[in-house]
């Protein structure tokens, strides 16, 4: 760490990957289970490498310094490798700065995310500046992100495989070049991922992606992945909820869209491909929201639950042409029973989304982490 780097780091406020401490003491284990908590935090929070810089008070940026003979990188790896799972790479420096010392400890960006505490099992994030416990939709994305668990292949272990629409699965398999027999379609249903075989239980269930795809309602089990549609008379706010599996959401999205604005000048295909985009992204373990759609004279907003895939931002899903997805298994059988390509272009659509409004007014793209929400603002119906 170079005395410039260090210097740009102090002007900076507290964040997800920046912490100051006056001092640090790691005598007691409370102490050094603070300590661990905020490596911890800081290498599970997104983005980058992070920092701890100590010997600066917070708000004042007052640089109060350290001892360099208090300050061993071998005693803080030592508490990291017994408090962290898996352990979290670090280096520690000792800065001289205006004729004191400061301590910076470098955490580095893990590729074995999530990390947790050993002794309570405890995960941890950063919100903003505040250490926190991770919930569990976060703990969950952190887990698909290193592909050690994939969302859509949980099994609904409440459900039986009866609730899947037998004709639709075929129909896909068909596409697949699979013609089943009665005699094996259970497993070959297990081999995709659409059912899940409990070795307890000695059962099948449904997962949450067979469940997406192939149940004809499947918000009767998880109310959570409608599309609620809001739309005004005059300052009448109307809700229209629409169901069905995701291929049937999309058509019938795409039928209302054209029909509330049949007489209305309005680029039809912006908000279409905005829904289509919230289906493929949206993180299907917050059970908490729908993916909202808002249709008012002022403003168009889309909203759904989860935010870009980490380590992505804006600019890099609108500039890649194969951008990362959350929810890689379910995009893939999309893909296959889509028949009219809807969902091929997802994540590139944002581009499109943005050149139709060109020279009207900018389409805002708003990934709002704090309440785990990815949002598009476009022009209202006034505005174009």
Known sequence: MNLQKLKLLIKNKEGMKLDFKESLHLHTDSEKKEFAKDVIAITNSIGGRGYLIIGVKDKEKEIVGIDPKDFHEERFQQIISHRCDPPVSIRAECVAYNEKYIGVITIFKSSQRPHQMRQTGAFYIRRGSTTDIARRHEIASMFQEVGLIHNELIPLYHLNIDVLNKALVNQYL???????????????????????????????????????????????????????????????????????????????????????????????????????????????????????????????????????????????????????????????????????????????????????????????????????????????????
């Open 174 to 384: 068909k596409k697949m070049g699979i013609f089943e027999t009665d005699k094996i379609a259970i497993d070959i249903w297990n081999n995709f991922g659409i059912v899940y075989f409990d070795n307890e239980t000695n059962k099948f269930y449904p997962t949450v992606g067979g469940l997406l795809l192939f149940c004809d309602k499947p918000q009767q089990y998880l109310s959570y992945c409608a599309i609620k549609m809001i739309t005004f008379e005059g300052s009448k706010k109307k809700i229209h909820m629409i169901g069905g599996n995701i291929l049937e959401m999309l058509n019938k999205c795409n039928t209302f869209i054209h029909t509330y604005l049949k007489n209305i000048n309005y680029p039809k295909k912006a908000i279409f491909e905005c829904i289509v985009n919230a289906i493929v992204h949206r993180d299907y373990t917050d059970i908490s929201r729908d993916i909202i759609v808002l249709i008012g004279e002022n403003k168009v907003e889309i909203s759904n639950p989860g935010t870009l895939p980490k380590g992505s931002n804006i600019h890099t899903i609108m500039r890649e042409n194969n951008p990362s997805r959350r929810n890689n298994w379910l995009y893939h059988r999309l893909l296959l029973l889509d028949d009219q390509n809807q969902v091929l272009r997802t994540g590139i659509g944002l581009e499109k989304i943005n050149n139709m409004f060109e020279g009207v007014k900018q389409v805002k793209f708003l990934n709002i982490e704090k309440k785990n929400l990815f949002k598009v603002i476009m022009p209202g119906l006034k505005n174009v």
